[in-house]
Every structure is written in structure tokens, then in C-alpha cells.
């Protein structure tokens, strides 16, 4: 984190590893709690797009609180990724028909671009441990002295 002052004093080091901990725990129980609802949300309306379709009301307009639903067809491209760029540039290659195919040198000067613009991040890396070991002591408060 380069944002980040450097602790005052030794005892802070304590309250800021217990606040990183709380809070990577919380944004990962987020993240599991909203990919759950994704899912979920998802699988309803797959189930009502089916229903509608069933019962020929592809165009049917639902009214709940604060909201309407309708059935709309959206566009979704594929995203851009390497294998894809290959599938992409040698399809490109293929039409052309000049019978030079660039896609190896082109991918590969790509690939060494991006390796040099690759950035080394400090950060903390939460390893588990065995659930067995016996929790850390509590944090010291002010009226509590650290053993030096």
C-alpha cells in the first residue's frame, strides 16, 4: 500500500494487523455473499425469461414496487484475451489471403510488452492455518504494558 503512513508507534502495529484481518474477512464474506446472490439472481431470471417464452408474453410488462421488469435482448461481446487475439488475428490472416501470417510475431512482441509493464505490488498475503492452534492473546489496552 503506498498510500498508507507508516505506523506511529509499535503499538499501533497491533490495532492495524486486527483491522486488516477484520476487514479481509469482510470483504471476502461480501464477495461470497454477492456471488451467491448473482447466482441466484441469475437462475430466477432464467426462470422467468422461460416462463414468459412458455406462455408467449415475451413483451409482457411485470410491475413490482419501484420497478418494472421487461423481457430485452442485450448484446454481449466476448472479452478480449490472448487466445481470442490468436483466434482473431489468424481468422484476419486467413482472409487476406497474402499467405504471410504475422499472429506468432505480433502476440509474441505483445506478450514481452506485457511482461515489462508488469509492476511488483507489496501486499499481505493471508495464508490459513490449522483452526487447532489456540487464538492469539488479546491486544494489549492503555493500561496494559508490552513486554520488551
Request: overall charge positive; aromatic content about 6%.
Amino acid at each position: 500500500m503506498a498510500g498508507a503512513p507508516p505506523p506511529n508507534q509499535q503499538t499501533e502495529l497491533p490495532t492495524l494487523v486486527r483491522n486488516f484481518v477484520h476487514y479481509d474477512n469482510l470483504a471476502s464474506n461480501y464477495s461470497k455473499q454477492a456471488s451467491g446472490a448473482r447466482h441466484l439472481r441469475n437462475d430466477y431470471e432464467s426462470k422467468i425469461i422461460h416462463a414468459l417464452r412458455a406462455n408467449n408474453m415475451e413483451h409482457a410488462i411485470i410491475q413490482v414496487s419501484g420497478a418494472q421488469l421487461k423481457c430485452t435482448e442485450e448484446k454481449s461481446a466476448p472479452s478480449l484475451t490472448l487466445p481470442r487475439l490468436q483466434q482473431y488475428l489468424d481468422k484476419y490472416y486467413a482472409q487476406k489471403g497474402t499467405g504471410v501470417n504475422e499472429t506468432e510475431a505480433i502476440l509474441r512482441f505483445i506478450r514481452l510488452q506485457k511482461a515489462n509493464d508488469t509492476q511488483t505490488v507489496a501486499c499481505l498475503k493471508k495464508i490459513s492455518i490449522p483452526t487447532n492452534i489456540p487464538p492469539p492473546p488479546p491486544v494489549p489496552t492503555n493500561g496494559d504494558r508490552l513486554l520488551r
